[in-house]
């Protein structure tokens, strides 16, 4: 029996101009290495027909699933700085939107299914540690309550592309709100296609902004909703310690989404100048440079929608008072979360500075990032636990007189001990997916065709903030951090 999806495709609906009419390429041998099933249900789609090998054959792009109209859509983007007016998906392709149970629609896209119009001379495929990285870390993001895409499926192909050496190829299904990125709307903006911009807008409002177009200014109130989704989503990656690396225009997603998990990484210990792409030199997408790029991106965006914005004067004044909400709308979501991850619940004043102050210790003192704020939710109910705090500091008095100050603005909040420890635990996960387990996990499926590591990391990751005794391990950091990770960009 073949699968069955809930298709619509109003994307391919849009005009030509947006996109390429393209069949995936067929694997050759396709097998299923991961079925997110969860996610399937929550999709609509029954986990037992796709493990069949009909739904195996349709998520490996080698079988059409009915009322599919699989497309490559167009976009622009700024990489690193510089305009390349036409990128577009070069090795993905967007199968079709399904409809959940719950009404919401969802992007369903094979990632790594073969050439496209628009692969440039690569060729459309992705390796199978990429694919794992993104099915990884994506699913964990996930679990840590981030906005992200998902990822529905990994399958290996049983076919091998040619990188620096050879390697099995595989095939991500990757679901999202869209693929509508920035880059989508400079991609008609630099033609000066101001008509397709505007169908482009609306398409996007009436996927992620819905209540704008009944604003007095309709595409104002859709640019301040991508720029509010935007600062809060930043925030949250900050919270967590997570460095994208490749925040790119093409890379940014309108609905708000975390998207491309190319050389994304978590630090371990704290650094606000810390990025790990190989490729960006300079570290122009360090994680301190966060918020600042996504406001660069987003006046990328902004420039785009001008035309629909007014006239001349008028329209300038309308976005720049829409990318002014940028800041105290990131440091509002800034504050917010890293006060609960403090436990400071009712805000102060003073509390800025408390935070500050506690990431330039840890800055200086190398403290691991996500054990230091793990651990607080202990000490926070019982000084005596500052120990286990302090030693993760190369010097620990840092610490004792921060911990001093806490402990005064502690004071003033109503909650007790017991619910501020489990408030606290619960914005300050355990298990991140530290870069060496991430990299144990590929290894020893592409080395040894042994997917236990990553099955098992999986599991881990998908209850951060649960104590899993018997996985404590999965919560350090390396045993010997050189500084010197590295994450590569193609899949
Ligand atoms: P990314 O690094 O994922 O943001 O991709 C940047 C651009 O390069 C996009 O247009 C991709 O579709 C394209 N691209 C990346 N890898 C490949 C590949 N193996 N084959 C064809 N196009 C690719
Ligand atoms: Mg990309």
Redesign the pocket.
């Known amino acids: 029996m073949t699968a069955h999806f809930n298709f619509d495709n109003s994307y391919a609906r849009l005009p030509d101009a947006f996109h390429a009419r393209v069949l995936p390429s067929s694997a050759r041998d396709p097998r299923l290495i991961a079925l997110n099933r969860p996610l399937a249900g929550e999709l609509g789609l029954d986990a037992g027909e796709l493990e069949m090998p009909e739904g195996v054959e349709i998520l490996a792009g080698k079988r059409l699933a009915p009322g599919s109209e699989p497309i490559a859509t167009a976009?622009a983007?700024h990489?690193f700085g510089g305009f390349t007016p036409r990128?577009?998906?070069?090795?993905?392709v967007l199968l079709g939107e399904v409809i959940g149970p719950d009404g919401r629609r969802h992007d369903i896209q094979l990632k790594?299914s073969g050439?496209?119009p628009?692969?440039?001379?690569?060729?459309?495929?992705?390796a199978l540690g990429p694919v794992l990285r993104e099915y990884l870390v994506s699913e964990a993001m996930a679990a840590l309550g981030i906005p992200t895409t998902r990822a529905l499926a990994a399958l290996r192909t049983g076919e091998t592309?040619l990188r620096e050496t050879e390697l099995p190829g595989a095939v991500l299904v990757r679901v999202a709100a869209s693929h509508i990125r920035i880059g989508t709307f400079q991609f008609f903006a630099a033609r000066g296609d101001t008509e397709s911009v505007r169908r482009l807008a609306d398409h996007a409002m009436a996927r992620h902004d819905p209540d704008a177009a009944g604003a007095a200014q309709p595409y104002r109130a859709f640019l301040d909703g991508v720029v509010a989704r935007q600062a809060r989503l930043v925030a949250r990656w900050m919270e967590v310690g997570f460095i994208h690396g490749?925040m790119?225009t093409?890379?940014m997603s309108i609905s708000g989404e975390t998207i491309?998990y190319?050389p994304c990484a978590f630090m371990d210990a704290y650094g606000p100048e810390t990025f790990f792409s190989s490729i960006d030199r300079g570290g122009r997408y360090a994680y301190g440079n966060q918020p600042g790029i996504a406001l660069w991106n987003l006046t990328r965006l902004a420039e785009c929608l001008l035309p629909l914005l007014g006239e001349g004067e008028e329209a300038v004044a309308a976005a720049e008072a829409s990318l002014t909400g940028f800041a105290p709308a990131y440091l509002a979501a800034h504050r917010d979360g890293f006060g609960r991850k403090l436990g400071l619940m009712t805000p102060a004043e003073g509390d800025e500075t408390l935070v500050g102050d506690l990431l330039d210790r840890m800055a200086a003192g190398k403290a691991d990032f996500t054990l230091t704020f793990r651990r607080l939710c202990d000490a926070a109910a019982d000084p005596e636990r500052d120990r286990e705090v302090r030693d993760l500091f190369i010097d620990p008095t840092a610490y004792d007189d921060w911990a001093g100050r806490w402990r005064d603005r502690l004071g003033g909040e109503a909650m007790d001990g017991a619910a501020r420890r489990a408030a606290m635990r619960a914005a300050n996960p355990a298990f991140i997916p530290r870069n060496h387990r991430v990299e144990e996990a590929i290894a020893a499926a592409v080395a040894e065709g042994d997917y236990g590591p990553f099955e098992q990391l999986g599991r881990v990751l998908s209850r951060p903030f649960d104590d899993q005794p018997e996985y404590a391990a999965y919560a350090d950091p390396p045993a010997f951090d050189t500084g010197a990770y590295r994450t590569f960009?193609?899949?």
Do not use: P
Request: with cysteine; aromatic share 6%.
């Open positions: 976009y983007g990489q990128l577009g998906d070069g090795r993905a790594g050439t496209t628009f692969s440039r001379g690569g060729d459309g495929r992705a592309v490749v790119n093409d890379n491309d190319g960009c193609g899949t």
